[in-house]
Every structure is written in structure tokens, then in C-alpha cells.
């Protein structure tokens, strides 16, 4: 069993600031890459940030010069710095994981349940 679960969320005037985490449990070989996904009311969830093993990122341009992902490969855990939010920044921010669960498993996707981001005007 694999399991992520998200922290961090909350309200925040348009201007400030959150930090999200997302930790990784259970039975895990190797995780490849970790990432946050975000899907606002009515829209399709979209990536937000990604950042690999080796350290490679990529940003959503929305979010670009705002928002920092890292990771602490040692805890397995990801995080998600936003600053300067905007309301359209607004959704529910999911966590996810490509693993191995074990050294001959396929590597899949894992997924947390999410955590609201409110960023009022």
C-alpha cells in the first residue's frame, strides 16, 4: 500500500503565501518523480510543477518566478512554495508520485486526495 498525503493548505489573501507538502508512505523501491497537479471549479486539473529524482523541474507558465517545488528524496517528500498567489490560483492542489514498488514492479501513479488552496481578492 502507498500513500500520499498532502498538508499545507488553507486561505490566504491575494499577495501571500503557502507552502504545501506531500508526503510518501508504504511500500515504496524507488519514487521517480514527484508532482503537483491543481483543479480548480468547473475546469481539468492541471500540472502545476514537476521535479524528478535527478532534479530536473518544469513549471506551468502560470506559475513561473512564483511558485518553488523541491524535494527531500531521503523523506520522500515533495514540496510546493507559492508565492505572490492570485486568486486564479484557487483550486484544490493534488500530489502525485511515479514509483516503483518494488525493484521488478512497473512504475505507476500514485495519487493524494488533495488540499484546497483559497486565495481571496
Known amino acids: 500500500q502507498v500513500q500520499l498525503v498532502e498538508s499545507g493548505g488553507g486561505l490566504v489573501q491575494a499577495g501571500g503565501s503557502l507552502r504545501l507538502s506531500c508526503a510518501a508512505s508504504?511500500?515504496?523501491?524507488?519514487?521517480?518523480?514527484m508532482g503537483w497537479y491543481r483543479q480548480a471549479p468547473g475546469k481539468q486539473r492541471e500540472l502545476v510543477a514537476h521535479?524528478?529524482?535527478?532534479?530536473?523541474?518544469n513549471y506551468a507558465d502560470s506559475v513561473k518566478g512564483r511558485f518553488t517545488i523541491s524535494r527531500d528524496n531521503a523523506k520522500n517528500t515533495v514540496y510546493l512554495q507559492m508565492n505572490s498567489l492570485k486568486p486564479e490560483d484557487t483550486a484544490v492542489y493534488y500530489c502525485?508520485?511515479?514509483?516503483?514498488?518494488?525493484?521488478?514492479?512497473?512504475?505507476?501513479?500514485?495519487w493524494g486526495k488533495g488540499t484546497l488552496v483559497t486565495v481571496s481578492s
Open positions: 502525485n508520485a511515479d514509483l516503483l514498488r518494488t525493484p521488478s514492479s512497473y512504475d505507476m501513479d500514485y
Open positions: 508504504g511500500s515504496i523501491f524507488r519514487i521517480n518523480a
Open positions: 521535479i524528478t529524482s535527478g532534479g530536473s523541474i
